[in-house]
Nanobody, 123 residues
Framework: QVQLVESGGGLVQAGGSLRLSCAAS????????MGWFRQAPGKEREFVAA????????YYADSVKGRFTMSRDNAKNTVYLQMNSLKPEDTAVYYC????????????????WGQGTQVTVSS
């Protein structure tokens, strides 16, 4: 069992930065691949970024590539999403999730989910 709690969301102007954190409970955290997803009002949840269990491989949606960076600290049971050059279209609730197998961009591959944190980017 893994419990996930996101933090770090908020209101920021376009061009600004935010750093999201996702703290995980459980001693098996380091065995899970992790992902960030987001859901804007009226839209489906979409993949943002993923990282493998060791942290040496990362994957990004084209819409955030070059602006967002995902990392993890297994000693702290935490994953991060550094978001730079934010745009109004990045406005959404951001969720972190944990998976053991399956395709990293597919939300069906993720077994555990946090409650989400709101990110709002003003123009």
């Amino acid at each position: 069992q893994v419990q996930l709690v996101e933090s770090g969301g908020g209101l920021v102007q376009a061009g600004g930065s935010l750093r999201l954190s996702c703290a995980a409970s459980g001693r098996t955290f380091s065995t899970y691949g992790m992902g960030w997803f987001r859901q804007a009002p009226g839209k489906e949840r979409e993949f943002v970024a993923a990282i493998n269990w060791s942290g040496d491989s990362t994957y990004y949606a084209d819409s955030v590539k070059g602006r967002f960076t995902m990392s993890r600290d297994n000693a702290k049971n935490t994953v991060y999403l550094q978001m730079n050059s934010l745009k109004p279209e990045d406005t959404a609730v951001y969720y972190c999730a944990a998976r053991h197998s399956g395709s990293y961009p597919d939300n069906q591959s993720y077994k555990y989910w946090g409650q989400g944190t709101q990110v709002t980017v003003s123009s």
